[in-house]
């Protein structure tokens, strides 16, 4: 199941932006420009993440979210222009994980977000299944098995696979890729990840275990749970 991740902001062009980011990383999105209708689809569901703007034009964002925690506990990322340290230390003491200040890097954002819900989230599955393939990942013996066969992994590659699984089904950008398992971000290095994932699909068989998203790198496709055909 996809992640639903709540967008409060009233300004519809920086609303709109960071839902389409967040559609192609393979996260369910819901928008709002207000916190009356938020408060409204509050009642029926529960996200796994809130990106709350401070100043809307019903209320204000800290008020909301101080509300807010003393019922349900939503991780949140404020998303604001206001940028004075006294806001930033208001906004971590009533609860958010994350404060990003406007104008901000999509794809900064982006990183936020995955670490944000990396951290909430509870660990991944250690099986996972393709058709009538099946993938085992052990990170406590730093062991992988496609069907029943030990895989040969390089630590580098045993990253890069870690990294995919931790973000099953969303968007890896080469760039977080490169970020996230080696430390570094220069374009002339993005073709390392690629031969990487080549060795690792080559390890994992004929599964259609990590999709190609072109132009901006990939998706672990691996299901934690078996379908069975009626």
């Known amino acids: 199941m996809k992640p639903l991740i709540y967008i409060v902001e009233d300004h519809v062009v920086i609303r709109d932006g960071v839902r389409?980011?967040?559609?192609?990383?393979?996260?369910?999105?819901?928008?709002?420009?207000?916190?009356?209708?938020?408060k409204k689809a509050l009642r029926t569901e529960t996200p796994?993440?809130?990106?709350?703007?401070?100043?809307?034009p019903d209320g204000d964002g800290f008020m909301f979210i101080?509300?807010?925690?003393?019922?349900?506990?939503?991780?949140?990322?404020?998303?604001?222009a206001r940028i004075e340290e006294s806001d930033r230390i208001l906004g971590f003491e009533l609860g958010a994980?994350?404060?990003?200040?406007?104008?901000?890097?999509?794809?900064?954002?982006?990183?936020?977000i995955q670490a944000v819900l990396r951290r909430t989230s509870t660990p991944p599955?250690?099986?996972?299944?393709?058709?009538?393939?099946?993938?085992?990942?052990?990170?406590?013996?730093?062991?992988?098995?496609?069907?029943?066969?030990?895989?040969?992994?390089?630590?580098?590659?045993?990253?890069?696979?870690e990294y995919l699984i931790e973000n099953l089904n969303q968007l890896c950008t080469r760039e977080d890729i490169l970020k996230?398992?080696?430390?570094?971000?220069?374009?002339?290095?993005?073709?390392v990840?690629?031969?990487?994932?080549?060795?690792?699909?080559?390890?994992?068989?004929g599964g259609d275990w990590i999709e190609t998203i072109r132009g901006y790198g990939y998706r672990f496709l691996g299901s934690p749970k078996k379908d069975v055909a009626e």
């Open 20 to 38: 389409q980011y967040l559609e192609l990383s393979g996260y369910e999105v819901r928008e709002f420009g207000d916190l009356a209708s938020t």
């Open 48 to 56: 796994d993440l809130l990106i709350q703007d401070v100043m809307l």
């Open 66 to 80: 101080k509300e807010l925690k003393e019922e349900k506990d939503i991780p949140v990322i404020f998303m604001t």
């Open 97 to 112: 994980d994350d404060y990003v200040t406007k104008p901000f890097s999509p794809k900064e954002l982006m990183m936020r």
């Open 125 to 161: 599955s250690d099986t996972y299944y393709i058709g009538d393939e099946v993938l085992t990942f052990d990170q406590g013996t730093h062991q992988a098995h496609i069907n029943g066969e030990l895989m040969n992994l390089t630590a580098a590659e045993w990253r890069v696979l």
């Open 180 to 191: 996230y398992c080696f430390d570094y971000t220069y374009e002339s290095y993005e073709r």
């Open 193 to 205: 990840v690629d031969t990487h994932i080549k060795n690792i699909r080559a390890k994992l068989g």
